[in-house]
């Protein structure tokens, strides 16, 4: 976490010994606590004292104490005026991970508010960003947002991130690098994005200078040229400015801005400009009152210089996705040297200053409060002055994170690629945004090398890995638990699929079936002598393919019977005739219960097939089946009142069907229990059930318990009839029990 220091320079040259023993010293830390009371002063101490004893003997490789670097970080945090808590956490903030201090030592000393604290920083330092690409960038300063349940923990960091950089010259110079590129992409972007200014340009120039020193010092050196150069030209403009403003009667406060050494190189690099061409790196920023007096502005400095064409920008109209306001010109000045001008109110100068800081920093009514390190101060005091009141601190810090970023949660997969979800997304729907096929295929899940269940939730910071197996294939129910739309899609896209491939093999068994009724032994193959018969069947039934006019008969759009009979009337004019002894076979056992085309149930059928909730058919009934329109097959009992009227009507519809010898599954079928109404009877009733080795899958009670005996309704998952009479047999003797019967439906 720390870099390493260099000591500081001083005239009298003293010792070494004598340097650190001042660097180490609590009195560099308490001239700045002067906003603290006694007692939290003390506070502070006691942290001192403990953070020193424990990194006792540790030296940096500057040779100073360890020591230096908290205290360092400590008082940068005073600077920025942070409780007695957070300057505590800055001092401890190292020694959990380097000291060998558990979190338990550090709430009996310091209580748990500081420990949390500490172990929050903790965790932020593990997190390692390994890859330059700039979404990465991005997800991984939205997971150290995320992860901070505090707000102090992220100001913390930063200090502590600011003072490492300021000793980065003592770091090897092969580290350079990655230390300035990750400061510059992760944390300069949120010390700007917290409205922490000062620090935000300070880490940029910082790791600019340490990512690229040749580049920075060349930068510099015209940098120091052209102020030189222009700074009496700056001076005139800014008597004239004043001058025209006053005449118009405006009230405005003026301020010079100069770019940093990294906007202009940046700018260079991005543009492909040279130098001489960058036209602002000097400008002025004019603060007035009121959003019209922001265009009045513009108007008196478009008469006091010539704008330069295509260099003016209206953010007020339209303002930028963050917030910020202001109207941007460049005018050429004064020997013709472009100058830029930004106007902006109050209001708006504190949201471009302090972003999301804005909106407790800002009050209208105090029209004073322009100094902007004053104002950036009062914005960290309210944070923390709003998170001390425990009942409001994390929504108050939610509320701050949602206007950072989007409501997410961001976490690793095993090779430290960042991916960000929405917040209550699953394993499941992780593993579809790494790719589809990965989600098909999931069968289980580790996070932080853990096994966990595939509804489980993520948190920000999870390291997730999915365990994909070749046979493993989407469950509906998943769909009870996935966030993301494109698992839900993938998923449903999968069923469907799914569902169009059982409806087509469902649809080829019932035409093989009404073939074998009309004599024929097969259908027709698909070869080239026989396509003619394909393509005189597909255009009497309009269907695109034989796969579609297979499915629309699986899903009962289309009757098996009227197409076999079209069909054999095809394959006749091809010369097939149909097997005489085939058609009086099939003809002769067409009603009774067995039949050779019948189609085989044994429950893998999915949603191609139907089991009636009317009788809830089970293994040994007897059953029929009914082509319902766009359902698929629907399987009634043969005894089921439903089944019969259906029957009836529409007795065309109606195929064999019949039970394969080894079903793969339960089935659920109706119980009625009546039983004597007593305490405990529905536990033990349950157990009845459960002693037989049945799922009891619902439940329904009487609403009325003043009668002296009531019917209790199960739905109970049953092998088979057998299987049924011996639940019925159990629950027959069981107390409190006067009846148990199937559950049929009525007439």
């Not at 036209?279 to 019209?292: A, E, H, M, W």
């Not at 329109?629 to 629907?634: A, M």
Request: contains cysteine.
């Amino acid at each position: 976490m720390s870099a390493l220091v260099k000591p500081a320079p001083s005239q009298a040259a003293p010792t070494p010994a004598a340097l650190n023993a001042a660097a180490a010293s609590f009195a560099a830390l308490t001239e700045r606590l002067v906003y603290m009371d006694a007692a939290d002063v003390e506070l502070v101490r006691r942290a001192y004292r403990f953070a020193d004893e424990a990194h006792l003997g540790q030296l940096r490789n500057s040779g100073e104490p360890y020591i230096t670097h908290p205290i360092a970080v400590a008082v940068q945090c005073a600077e920025w005026k942070l409780d007695a808590q957070a300057l505590m956490a800055a001092l401890l903030h190292d020694a959990i991970e380097d000291c060998g201090v558990t979190k338990p030592e550090l709430i009996e000393r310091f209580g748990s508010p500081v420990a949390e604290l500490v172990d929050g920083l903790t965790k932020l330092d593990k997190l390692q960003f390994t890859t330059r690409e700039e979404s990465q960038a991005e997800s991984f300063r939205k997971m150290l947002l995320a992860m901070a349940r505090d707000v102090r923990v992220i100001l913390v960091k930063l200090a502590d991130r600011t003072h490492n950089m300021r000793t980065l010259d003592d770091v090897p110079r092969e580290k350079w690098a990655r230390i300035s590129a990750e400061t510059l992409e992760i944390y300069a972007p949120i010390a700007h994005r917290l409205g922490l200014n000062q620090t935000y340009r300070e880490l940029q120039e910082l790791s600019f200078r340490h990512l690229m020193p040749w580049r920075h010092a060349i930068l510099a050196k015209a940098v120091a040229k052209a102020r030189s150069r222009r700074r009496d030209l700056i001076q005139k403009v800014h008597r004239e400015v004043e001058t025209a403003f006053a005449q118009a009667g405006i009230s405005v406060q003026i301020a010079g801005r100069e770019k940093t050494l990294y906007s202009i190189y940046r700018k260079m690099d991005e543009k492909h400009l040279s130098f001489a061409q960058v036209t602002d790196i000097y400008g002025f920023r004019l603060i007035v009152p009121s959003v019209l007096d922001c265009y009045t502005a513009l108007g008196l400095l478009h008469q006091m210089y010539k704008p330069v064409p295509g260099k003016f920008k209206d953010h007020i109209a339209i303002a930028k996705l963050n917030g910020y306001q202001s109207l941007h010109t460049t005018l050429v000045g004064p020997s013709g040297v472009n100058v830029e001008f930004q106007m902006r109110t109050e209001a708006m100068h504190v949201v471009a200053e302090s972003g999301v800081a804005a909106h407790w920093l800002y009050k209208a009514n105090e029209p004073g409060s322009a100094n902007a390190e004053r104002m950036g101060t009062k914005w960290l005091q309210s944070l923390l002055d709003i998170q001390s009141e425990t009942i409001d601190s994390a929504e108050f810090w939610d509320h701050v994170k949602v206007d950072l970023f989007p409501d997410a949660v961001y976490v690793f997969t095993p090779k430290s690629q960042i991916m960000a979800l929405p917040r209550g997304a699953t394993v499941v729907d992780f593993a579809y945004a790494i790719h589809s096929n990965v989600g098909d295929q999931t069968a289980a899940a580790r996070i932080n090398g853990e096994q966990v269940p595939l509804r489980t939730e993520l948190k920000n910071g999870d390291v997730v890995e999915i365990i994909t197996a070749p046979l493993s294939k989407p469950n509906p129910a998943w769909l009870g638990f996935v966030r993301t739309g494109r698992a839900r899609s993938k998923i449903r896209h999968y069923l469907k699929t799914l569902a169009q491939a059982e409806s087509q093999g469902l649809g080829e068994k019932l035409l093989v079936q009404a073939l074998r009724a009309e004599g024929m032994e097969k259908l027709p193959s698909e070869d080239p002598r026989r396509a003619v018969i394909w393509e005189k069947l597909l255009r009497f039934t309009g269907s695109r393919n034989r796969a579609e006019l297979l499915t629309d008969i699986g899903l009962g759009k289309r009757i098996a019977s009227i197409v076999a009979k079209r069909l054999v009337a095809y394959m006749a004019e091809e010369g097939l005739r149909p097997d005489a002894l085939l058609l009086t076979r099939e003809r002769y056992t067409a009603h009774e219960n067995v039949s050779q085309g019948a189609v085989m149930l044994d429950g893998s059928e999915n949603s191609s097939v139907q089991y009636a909730h009317c009788c809830r058919p089970i293994p040994g009934d007897d059953i029929i089946g009914y082509l319902g329109h766009g359902e698929g097959l629907v399987v009634h009992t043969a005894e089921c009142s439903v089944g019969r009227r259906l029957q009836q009507k529409d007795a065309e519809r109606f195929f064999a069907v019949e039970w394969s010898d080894e079903p793969v599954r339960a089935f659920e079928t109706g119980v009625i229990v009546t039983v004597a109404q007593s305490k405990g009877v529905l536990a033990r009733v349950a157990v009845a059930i459960a002693g037989a080795e049945a799922d009891i899958t619902h439940v329904d009670m009487p609403e009325d318990t003043a009668q002296d005996a009531a019917d209790l309704s199960f739905v109970v998952a049953v092998r088979d009839r057998s299987h049924l009479d011996g639940i019925l047999r159990q629950l027959r003797r069981t107390p409190s029990v006067l009846g148990a019967r199937r559950a049929v439906p009525a007439s």
